[in-house]
């Protein structure tokens, strides 16, 4: 990956690949390219992610991401957009499992529907249609990348550092995402940790700490170790850059963590 140049100005953008100094974030960057490592207990990899953003001159935004992980043969290609405020407008997903397609989906959101068209190997295929009461503040496809943007629906107007919400869509219940794609509706929670200055391979990053804390009545892992995940994004694009699950992976203690090992702004 070369530098660039961002859009509508004459600053270079710049790579970071495993660079040690603090990294700037650009205020208004055209396209985001960048990779995520997953790593489980053991510390070796499980599985990666690519992923980039395009950020249009009518507010909307698209994520790309194609994931692989190797401990449960999943492979999953991404394409969503959202409108300014990172709320989902439409997205697509392909899912194959074990070397084999497993089944593929179109989700269109408007403010008073959700829709879904999906063909999967097992059911064949499906329409969905869910009426919304209120506009969806976020939709999870299951992309660590995505797993950031759902962060944008915290309002950091309100002085609560937890704040509960509905209006949350998901395409599979699972944690892996490994079933459907099917449309899902949901609650969750979000709490608020703080400003954190944080290493990665791809660099040094001033960020947002964030944690999806444990839900009361999930089973536990083996371990005993209620699920939760804690999240570090910048702003103002919620770009990922760490992550750690505890209680969610099938491996022997459920944890595992996941970092960016490189980052592009063009």
């Known amino acids: 990956m070369g530098n660039g140049v961002l859009a509508g100005s004459s600053k270079p953008a710049w790579t970071a690949t495993g660079s040690t100094n603090l990294q700037q974030v650009p205020i208004s960057p055209r396209n985001i390219r960048g990779k995520i490592l997953y790593v489980g207990d053991d510390k070796k990899e499980r599985g990666r992610e690519w992923f980039g953003f395009t950020f249009r001159k009518d507010g909307q935004i698209t994520l790309r991401a194609y994931c692989e992980m190797d401990d449960i043969q999943l492979e999953r290609d991404v394409v969503y957009t959202m409108d300014h405020k990172f709320r989902p407008l439409d997205c697509f997903i392909r899912l194959h499992k074990d070397g084999k397609f497993l089944g593929t989906g179109w989700i269109r959101v408007s403010d008073t529907e959700v829709e879904c068209e999906v063909f999967n190997s097992g059911f064949g295929r499906v329409q969905q249609i869910f009426p919304l009461t209120s506009p969806a503040l976020n939709l999870g496809a299951h992309p660590l990348a995505n797993d950031a943007l759902v962060l944008a629906s915290f309002d950091h107007s309100r002085p609560e550092r937890v704040q509960t919400q509905s209006g949350w869509l998901t395409t599979s219940p699972l944690l892996y995402g490994s079933a459907g794609p099917l449309i899902g509706m949901r609650s969750g929670t979000i709490e608020y940790v703080g400003p954190e200055r944080i ?27 209620p699920g939760s995940e804690d999240i570090w994004v910048t702003h103002p694009h919620y770009t990922f850059v760490r992550a750690e699950v505890y209680g969610y992976l099938t491996n022997e203690t459920g944890y595992g963590y996941y970092e960016l090992a490189e980052l592009e702004y063009l």
């Open 199 to 225: 290493t990665v391979p791809a660099g040094i990053f001033d960020t947002h700490h964030y944690r999806f804390p444990p839900t009361p009545g999930n089973a536990l892992h083996p371990s005993g170790t």
